[in-house]
């Protein structure tokens, strides 16, 4: 069940034990100086009622004065009681985060706890004239002592939570952003048992399911978008306005969008499944940073940033979106095209490493299927391939490419530069280009015979260097080819580095069937985990080390049953057939289905049940009679 939190507070509420302060009195240091200061605070000389005295804790003086030591007050709400009650909300949304999905509407202002609450909720809508503060702009004013803030909305109006990745989306009005939340929540995917049911709809469902009978572009097609050498929007490639992109029309939501630009998040659907999205920006970049208004000579900033790199910003944002997407339940699509993360000076001091090391951490712990995938001319290079290889989450990663698409340590140039410098390039040259082997050769032999024409000598070393002039910039780039092949997918293939390779045209109708199976088969896996500890334990809760386990049975229990998931496709049968040369599976999801709702896979969890009963009853005192009547009864309560 999601939990909607709608802001609009002060904060923690402050206040003062009033009957104290209506009896307060000031003792001074000198009654005919007031201005010297005074020594203590105390209560008025005709109180003695004990219960106002009850609410303080005071010494009584030789003077017969009674000077405050602390206010306890008779109220319940006016200070440190509400951060404690504060400080409950938080931990409360804190776990909600981790157990359902939540959401916020900023619809008024947001302030102190409030904007800690919003934040905690994590994927958060902010009405255009709402604001989420710490504190407020006069408290700050009176702080620094100037009037430097206008408005509430220089320090969390959506110009500047937008801008930093703690809103997600923006709505015009309460109405806007409700809308929008419905909307992300559609999403979600059913709850548990009945995820599987939901892989493939009926007829009959989408008749009594008008929601899903709308998604016209759920049905199986070729991708018809096309990605370029040069920069693209992406989103084009995902989502285009005339439909026929990788998902299906209309479909595609991006959250985030005005940070981090150069990745691009969000929710999408594929032939009706709902998945996480994340893609990456091919073009250069603006990074707006505003001025403060605190420190006189700060100006507003545009920085740029190139694209195909993870910066400290993106990395952040990657990290992030992939921990929302584990969450709400959702399948993740990579589209993988990275050149590397920057390492610069400022982004070293701005912790890029920190957060692109939260990347492999929130993949670690993924208990969705995920695919990443290697575009049409797409790169994934050093540490962008390292945070996101299969060996972080061999259960639920799988990772494909394209054909044009390219993986390794460095690009081609940089490689060269490194590992095929001139010298190298000199021995190529001499070996392939007649000319320039005949003339190393007369130099050679010219030195052996210690030919003393200087002048012939002088001419074959000028022949010979421009000819190497010539020829040296084109063996270069045969040498970066050289390169660029050992970087090509029939090597990470041939390596194991990808599982298989997949063209972008049949991306879409591969990508679901993946999903599907991959779906199921956890799913399974989960229901099969429920069995062994015989608990009503929710589905989602289950560790990544324990999902691999219920995986590995699942693959030796498909094989005990022979249910197909794939076949190998032989490669007599790719000419007839819409594939790349180099897939080698095809994925069925038809008999896993129809298989994990059947009474047969309910038998087998029964007796998984049974079994680890009877294990369990072992150490239990009694006779075996007693046993089996006590299997029995829980079996028939179940």
Sequence with gaps: MPRVYIAANSGARIGFASDIKNHLNIVWNDDDRPEDGFKYLTLDPKVENSEI?????????????????????????????????????????SAAYRKVPT?????????GIGAYVARLSHRICQVENSHIILTGAAALNSVLGREVYTSNNQLGGPQIMYHNGVTHSVAHDDMD?????????????????????????SPTTQQKLPSLSMLKDDKARMVHTQPTKSAYDPRLMLDPPDGGGLFDKGTF??????????IIAGRARLRGLAVGVLAVETRTVECEIPADPATQDSQAKCVLQAGQVWHTDSAFKTAEAINDFNHEGLPLIILANIRGFSGGQKDMFEMVLKFGAWIVDALQTYTQPVIIYLPPFGE????????????????????????????????????????????????LLGKCDEKTKKLEEELAKNNKNNDKNEEKKKELLQEYEKRKEKLLPICRAAAVKFADLHD?????????????????????NY?????????????????????????????????????????????????????LIRREIYLKEKPSMDYSKRTRFEYFFEQIMEYSNGKEFLQVLEQIKADTLLKQLKLVTGNLEQRERFVAALLERD
């Design 103 to 111: 959401y916020c509407l900023v619809s008024g202002r947001a302030v």
């Design 253 to 262: 939501d991006e959250i985030m969008s005005g940070w981090a630009k150069t």
């Design 511 to 563: 990508f679901y069937n993946l999903l599907c199976v991959q779906s199921i088969k956890m799913e399974m896996a989960k229901k099969y985990l429920s069995a062994c500890s015989n608990t009503t334990t929710n589905l989602s809760s289950f560790t990544i080390d324990e999902l691999e386990k219920g995986c590995k049975w699942v693959d030796e229990h498909l094989a005990e049953t022979s249910i």
């Design 380 to 427: 994934l290079r050093g540490g962008a391939w390292a945070v996101l290889d299969t060996q972080i989450n061999p259960t639920c990663i799988t990772m494909l490419a394209d054909s044009n698409s390219r993986g390794g340590v460095l690009e081609a140039n940089g490689i060269v530069e490194i590992k095929f410098r001139e010298k190298d390039l000199c021995v």
């Design 488 to 508: 090509t997918t029939a090597r990470m293939l041939a390596k194991g580095a990808i599982h298989d390779e997949v063209a972008w045209q049949n991306t879409r």
């Design 53 to 93: 005295l009850s609410q303080i804790e005071s010494t009584l003086l030789n003077n017969g004065n009674r000077r405050i030591d602390a206010i306890i007050g008779k109220e319940g709400d006016i200070g440190v009681e509400n951060l404690v009650g504060s400080g409950l909300i938080a931990a409360e949304t």
């Design 177 to 201: 952003g409700i809308k929008k939340i419905l909307h992300w929540i559609t999403y979600l995917p059913p709850p548990s048992p009945s995820t599987t049911m939901l892989l493939l709809p």
